[in-house]
């Protein structure tokens, strides 16, 4: 059974730091990517990065290149954004995402297959 699970949500000021942290199971050895999606109030939900089990690569929106960076452990079973600079339009619910075909438009969450329950990250004074 396909399972993700994130943590590592909160609350941060601006300017603040958070790594969120996504458990993969039952797809260990098949995903092809894997990636990190938000959601804000009102808002279609956007991509912001993901990785390319094929040969490593990482893929960023462009609001968030230079501040956010995704990792993976070595087992592949978890995968981590880490969030530096942190602004308020960052606010959202962050899921986790995996699929196991290839695709090309990476941060396109419709291609994704398996999906988290997400967790919230609030930018706020």
């Known amino acids: 059974q396909v399972q993700l699970v994130e943590s590592g949500g909160g609350l941060v000021q601006p300017g603040g730091s958070l790594r969120l942290s996504c458990a993969a199971s039952g797809i260990i050895n098949e995903y092809h990517h894997i990636g990190w999606f938000r959601q804000a109030p009102g808002k279609e939900r956007e991509g912001v990065s993901a990785f390319d089990t094929s040969n490593d690569s990482t893929y960023y929106a462009d609001s968030v290149k230079g501040r956010f960076t995704i990792s993976r452990d070595n087992t592949g079973n978890m995968v981590y954004l880490q969030m530096n600079n942190l602004k308020p339009e960052d606010s959202g619910v962050y899921y986790c995402?995996?699929?196991?075909?290839?695709?090309?438009?990476?941060?396109?969450?419709?291609?994704?297959?398996?999906w988290g329950q997400g967790t919230q990250v609030t930018i706020s004074s």
């Open positions: 995402a995996a699929t196991t075909a290839w695709i090309a438009r990476k941060l396109e969450g419709a291609l994704y297959d398996y």
